[in-house]
């Protein structure tokens, strides 16, 4: 099979492009021929990687004629977008060819973004609707001034509606396809194809006294609940926090105005290699998001190394994190809640090492290459199906 990916970005910044890294290797693998399209390049990457083809910018007509010259050199049997934000465009392709889509986020399903009311702070459970909008513009997701908003807005309609014309839609948890099914998507064109992760090796694994945070430092990423959680956790227990954002300097004035910089680290970006080293080493790896996350990548990553993890209930989190089994559910926002589970699991390190043993047999299950690739091929092939019978 020819396969077109398409993507916003190619290279090391977030879940999307290291889904687009593996899942192009894993493809080719199998005998396909991949090639991938992005937009953007960000971060460390191989410039002269095989089948890999940058467009200039995000501009319908630029991209318009990369995007022909690359069909008629590619050919491909069916084009799989991921986070590609030119509407105009997919909606010209899915005249051209097949097209099957893997939503990652919630970008075509709300004007905030995050799925979060900004009034509140609680989690929107609302499908995208004219409520939306005095939402977005407190969260300045939105233009105030007046052409521009409308702009904003029927842009995002617009592009819900070429989402709803594509005949297969991928999302990696069951909280994702309900949020297409309040959206009126019908429950037949949803697959949910979770995440994968190639098992690394735990032969010199510990458990010494630190939690670990790996991620965006975004606000919705929660960092700044799990610092106020290190305050009621025992006083032999740090923080490793590994990553950057937007979010950071409000991070660091915040640890600054507490007595626990002492016991927090901010490492910033680690190559993976290193990462892996405090994966080894950590208690517990804690997902304190307090947005709906659409899957949470680096849960799965953090039981692959046989580690237990604490997280908010939030968003597709219960689909791998199993209560009391490979780690702790917790309220979403309860910070004594998040302390008192860190607290028991560093009391009680043979549970901690038990959870991350049923973890990572979990991971070995449910989540490995082989199982999504062969799920994705079906919905590839039935991709194909139903347009030739069409």
Known sequence: MRILIINNTYGFLGGTEKYVRDIKNALKRRGHYVYVVAVEKVGDYNINEEN??????????????????????????????????????????IKIKPVCRFLHDYSPLCLGWSKVIRFTGNICEYPLGPWCIPCALYSHTISYRPKIMLRQIKLKFYEQRVLSKIKNIIV??????????????????????????????????????????????????????LIKALAYCDKCINLKIIGDGPYLKTIITQIKNTNLSHRIEILGMLPYEKISEYYKNCLVVVVPSIWPEPFGIVGVESMSFQK?????????????LLNGETGFLVKRGDVRGLADKINFLLNNKTVAVEMGRKGREIVAQKFTEERHVNHLEEIFTKTLDSVNNN
């Open 308 to 320: 237990p993890v604490v997280a908010f209930d939030v968003g597709g989190i219960k689909d791998w």
């Open 172 to 225: 990696a948890s069951r909280y994702m396809k309900e949020c297409l099914i309040s959206n009126d998507f019908e429950d037949a064109r949803i697959d949910i194809n979770p995440y994968f992760i190639n098992l690394p090796d735990v032969t010199d694994v510990s458990y010494e006294n630190f939690i670990l945070f790996v991620g965006r430092i975004w606000e919705q990423k929660g960092l700044q609940f």
């Open 52 to 93: 890999l083809t940058f467009t200039k910018e995000l501009l319908l007509d630029d991209i318009g004629k990369d995007i022909k010259f690359i069909l008629n050199k590619t050919n491909p049997d069916i084009i799989f977008i991921n986070n590609f934000s030119n509407a105009q465009l997919i909606e010209k392709l």
